[in-house]
């Protein structure tokens, strides 16, 4: 037998045992890893343990063997070669609090696989986990794409973006999570891979509310298009590159986000277009739709920076009701009368705005000594 052969497989633990949490554990089961769910329930840690099934999320998918779960954190934590987050956004920091003392003594990368803000504070995943941690952001990276979880617990193909501050370290992480069926690129712009992430979300339940309503594909499409300039906008005015929401973490997210059954929100919005009260789709969801939380914080975050997201604006106006469904599809782009480009303030300012990006781009990588962000 080869030393290869001998060598035990690297440990990885992942906390949270919803759809994602399980797909993901599967996704780095199957590329060669030891995996250990953390799951709150002990029954819902049992029956993957015992039966390598989580019903209530993954109805029919067999998990691999090399896979086992826990309701005991310290013990999912014991030997972790990485660790990644996969709790709802809004319980990150509660759930830090418990992870912080077993992991003080390790180097072990963190990896983010949620996607929403901090509603409380308006902060992205990474600076929770940081504050929440105390850990250098150099051992943190984020995951994000078009991943619908159930289509790749099917094992079908789709790629994916591991995004780190740490070169290194997002290389660490792309190398462990990727087999056959999920193929991961890397790039350092965890700002745009993030909120990435977060702006399809809102948009994805601008689409589902249309749908809801009965609108058609032009709908649709106008929304998708429209909110990928107001993901761009935003992200770029955050500190992002604009060419990463062009990208896997955020053009290839929106469409599958937009467009699938399976996005819980969309699912989401969908019932708000059917009338449904917000308390009551919130009460039907399963799962947590971080979408109908980051509104808020978003917006709030956006008018910090002077950004306009009229489709984002109302939709919290759904949100609250105080605007009908119906009414979204008016009003895309703006409530102005005056025909406006089709870019926004990141494409378009008198014919300047792409020039003055190439001169600051330009600026950017002189200071940098000439390194950028790898795109993926």
Same mark, same amino acid.
């Given at each position: 037998?080869?030393?290869?052969?001998?060598?035990?497989?690297?440990?990885?633990?992942?906390?949270?045992?919803?759809?994602?949490?399980?797909?993901?554990?599967?996704?780095?089961?199957?590329?060669?890893?030891?995996?250990?769910?953390?799951?709150?329930?002990?029954?819902?840690?049992?029956?993957?343990?015992?039966?390598?099934?989580?019903?209530?999320?993954?109805?029919?998918?067999?998990?691999?063997?090399?896979?086992?779960?826990?309701?005991? @954190?310290?013990? !999912?934590? +014991?030997?972790?070669?990485?660790?990644?987050? #996969?709790?709802? &956004? %809004? =319980?990150?920091? $509660?759930?830090?609090?418990?992870?912080?003392?077993?992991?003080?003594?390790?180097?072990?990368?963190?990896?983010?696989?949620?996607?929403?803000?901090?509603?409380?504070?308006?902060?992205?995943?990474?600076?929770?986990?940081?504050?929440?941690?105390?850990?250098?952001?150099?051992?943190?990276?984020?995951?994000?794409?078009?991943?619908?979880? @159930?289509?790749? !617990?099917? +094992?079908?193909?789709?790629?994916?973006?591991? #995004?780190?501050? &740490? %070169? =290194?370290?997002? $290389?660490?992480?792309?190398?462990?999570?990727?087999?056959?069926?999920?193929?991961?690129?890397?790039?350092?712009?965890?700002?745009?891979?993030?909120?990435?992430?977060?702006?399809?979300?809102?948009?994805?339940?601008?689409?589902?509310?249309?749908?809801?309503?009965?609108?058609?594909?032009?709908?649709?499409?106008?929304?998708?298009?429209?909110?990928?300039?107001?993901?761009?906008?935003?992200?770029?005015?955050?500190?992002?590159?604009?060419?990463?929401?062009?990208?896997?973490?955020?053009?290839?997210?929106?469409?599958?986000?937009?467009?699938?059954?399976?996005?819980?929100?969309?699912?989401?919005?969908?019932?708000?277009?059917?009338?449904?009260?917000?308390?009551?789709?919130?009460?039907?969801?399963?799962?947590?739709?971080?979408?109908?939380?980051?509104?808020?914080?978003?917006?709030?975050?956006?008018?910090?920076?002077?950004?306009?997201?009229?489709?984002?604006?109302?939709?919290?106006?759904?949100?609250?009701?105080?605007?009908?469904?119906?009414?979204?599809?008016?009003?895309?782009?703006?409530?102005?009368?005056?025909?406006?480009?089709?870019?926004?303030?990141?494409?378009?300012?008198?014919?300047?705005?792409?020039?003055?990006?190439?001169?600051?781009?330009?600026?950017?990588?002189?200071?940098?000594?000439?390194?950028?962000?790898?795109?993926?």
């Amino acid at each position: 037998m080869s030393r290869r052969q001998d060598a035990p497989l690297p440990r990885v633990a992942v906390l949270g045992a919803g759809s994602w949490g399980t797909t993901f554990g599967k996704v780095l089961a199957d590329g060669g890893a030891h995996v250990t769910m953390w799951s709150r329930r002990p029954e819902q840690a049992e029956e993957i343990r015992q039966a390598h099934r989580n019903t209530q999320y993954l109805p029919g998918i067999n998990l691999p063997h090399q896979m086992t779960a826990t309701s005991h @954190l310290a013990e !999912a934590l +014991e030997g972790a070669d990485q660790v990644y987050l #996969s709790v709802p &956004s %809004q =319980a990150l920091r $509660e759930n830090l609090a418990a992870v912080r003392p077993l992991v003080a003594a390790s180097d072990a990368p963190i990896v983010s696989l949620m996607k929403g803000v901090e509603k409380a504070t308006g902060m992205r995943m990474s600076q929770v986990i940081e504050e929440g941690l105390q850990c250098d952001p150099a051992r943190i990276a984020v995951a994000s794409g078009p991943n619908l979880a @159930l289509e790749i !617990a099917r +094992e079908q193909p789709t790629a994916a973006v591991i #995004s780190s501050t &740490s %070169q =290194a370290t997002a $290389e660490a992480v792309a190398l462990r999570a990727r087999n056959r069926y999920f193929r991961t690129f890397v790039n350092t712009d965890v700002i745009g891979t993030e909120f990435g992430g977060v702006l399809k979300n809102l948009i994805a339940v601008a689409i589902g509310i249309v749908d809801g309503v009965g609108y058609g594909e032009n709908t649709k499409a106008s929304i998708i298009t429209r909110g990928l300039v107001e993901m761009t906008d935003f992200a770029v005015a955050q500190g992002a590159h604009p060419e990463t929401l062009q990208g896997l973490a955020g053009l290839g997210d929106l469409i599958a986000t937009c467009q699938s059954p399976l996005s819980r929100n969309n699912t989401a919005g969908r019932l708000l277009g059917q009338g449904v009260t917000l308390p009551d789709v919130i009460k039907q969801m399963q799962q947590t739709a971080e979408g109908l939380a980051s509104v808020a914080p978003v917006l709030q975050l956006a008018r910090e920076v002077g950004v306009e997201m009229p489709i984002v604006e109302q939709v919290k106006m759904v949100l609250d009701g105080t605007m009908d469904p119906r009414d979204i599809a008016p009003h895309l782009t703006t409530d102005d009368d005056k025909p406006t480009g089709e870019r926004t303030q990141n494409g378009q300012a008198g014919g300047r705005g792409a020039l003055w990006r190439s001169i600051q781009r330009a600026l950017d990588q002189f200071r940098d000594g000439g390194r950028r962000p790898s795109g993926d």
